[in-house]
């Protein structure tokens, strides 16, 4: 079973930085993709950056160079570091879990079922 929770939002100035992390309580955390996504007020839910089981990244071209998806599987935890933060970061960041076979078979993500109920990253002066 996949259960996931977000920590590490909070309010940062422009050009700050935050640490989100994404812990399941699973036993089957290396194999799976990760993904994270974000979701601002009136807005569709976006890609963000995902880390397949191998360590392979991809990232949404708005946070490249500025933002780092990693995983630890000991500790069952994916980060997402964001350097050099926009106001337009501004938004609910949730993680996603791809368990399908295939996916880990082929190292790759896909959007998966199982999604954490997020974190809030605000960027205000």
């Known amino acids: 079973q996949v259960l996931l929770t977000e920590s590490g939002g909070g309010l940062v100035q422009p050009g700050g930085s935050l640490r989100l992390s994404c812990t399941d309580s699973g036993r089957a955390f290396s194999i799976l993709a990760m993904g994270w996504y974000r979701q601002a007020p009136g807005k569709q839910r976006e890609f963000v950056a995902s880390?397949?089981?191998?360590?392979?990244?991809n990232y949404t071209n708005s946070v490249k160079g500025r933002f780092t998806i990693s995983r630890d599987n000991a500790k069952n935890t994916v980060y997402l570091q964001m350097n050099n933060l926009k106001v337009e970061d501004t938004a609910a960041y949730l993680c996603?879990?791809?368990?399908?076979?295939?996916?880990?078979?082929?190292?790759?993500?896909?959007?998966?079922?199982?999604w954490g109920p997020g974190t809030q990253v605000t960027v205000s002066s």
């Open positions: 880390i397949t089981s191998s360590g392979r990244t």
């Open positions: 996603n879990a791809d368990a399908a076979l295939n996916s880990y078979y082929s190292d790759s993500y896909s959007l998966g079922n199982h």
